[in-house]
T-cell receptor, first 112, second 111 residues
Framework: DGGITQSPKYLFRKEGQNVTLSCEQN?????MYWYRQDPGQGLRLIYY???????QKGDIAEGYSVSREKKESFPLTVTSAQKNPTAFYLC???????????FGPGTRLLVL | GENVEQHPSTLSVQEGDSAVIKCTYS??????FPWYKQELGKGPQLIID?????GEKKDQRIAVTLNKTAKHFSLHITETQPEDSAVYFC??????????FGQGTELSVKP
């Protein structure tokens, strides 16, 4: 099956803890994106990467970090500096030369 | 800056009626406009998209219209069914391969 996978589906974070959300795609897409969605809200861009070993900050990058060491993987770390991390996190990918972004199933992060 | 406004934020219709969701974009360079459907607890799924070289596109009960002059585009769902109930997002392409999303419309179709 081709697609985008995100794990885990639910993640719990303790105060002061860093947590990493996984995003993997086997679509051979070049660009990958991370969005945050709060209840009743739209999608806000955290980070994006158009090629391996390169990424750019989105609109709300503070308190988050990413890496892009492999084409198929774009993990997001929510650091302890992010004071309000409770949200639904969505990963998306796009083929170079195309405009359509395809989304994964999401990870819901909750703070204990 | 790049911005997409979406209205209404909530929409309730009777089964079988039509539903219309409207969006306005700010960047005159935008030329790609997708619509996504998001069911509760899931990721958004692309349902239809339109490019600026056409004014209308239809796929069964779903249609999208684009007015480039006014920078408006709309989603039309006819003969609505309860399974159409979801949150719908419009978007416009921006610089650097980004999509700029509207705030979403929660559609409720009552049996």
């Amino acid at each position: 099956d081709g697609g985008i996978t995100q794990s885990p589906k639910y993640l719990f974070r303790k105060e002061g803890q860093n947590v990493t959300l996984s995003c993997e795609q086997n679509l051979n897409h070049d660009a990958m994106y991370w969005y945050r969605q709060d209840p009743g809200q739209g999608l806000r861009l955290i980070y994006y990467s158009q090629i391996v070993n390169d990424f750019q900050k989105g609109d709300i990058a503070e308190g988050y970090s990413v890496s892009r060491e492999k084409k198929e993987s774009f993990p997001l770390t929510v650091t302890s500096a992010q004071k309000n991390p409770t949200a639904f996190y969505l990963c998306a990918s796009r083929l170079a030369g195309g405009e359509t972004q395809y989304f994964g199933p999401g990870t819901r992060l909750l703070v204990l | 800056g790049e911005n997409v406004e979406q209205h209404p934020s909530t929409l309730s219709v009777q089964e079988g009626d039509s539903a219309v969701i409207k969006c306005t974009y700010s960047d005159s360079a935008s030329n790609y406009f997708p619509w996504y459907k998001q069911e509760l607890g899931k990721g958004p799924q692309l349902i239809i998209d339109i490019r600026s070289n056409v004014g209308e596109k239809k796929d069964q009960r779903i249609a999208v219209t684009l007015n480039k002059t006014a920078k408006h585009f709309s989603l039309h769902i006819t003969e609505t069914q309860p399974e159409d109930s979801a949150v719908y997002f419009c978007a416009a392409n921006g610089q650097g391969g980004k999509l700029i999303f509207g705030q979403g419309t929660e559609l409720s179709v009552k049996p």
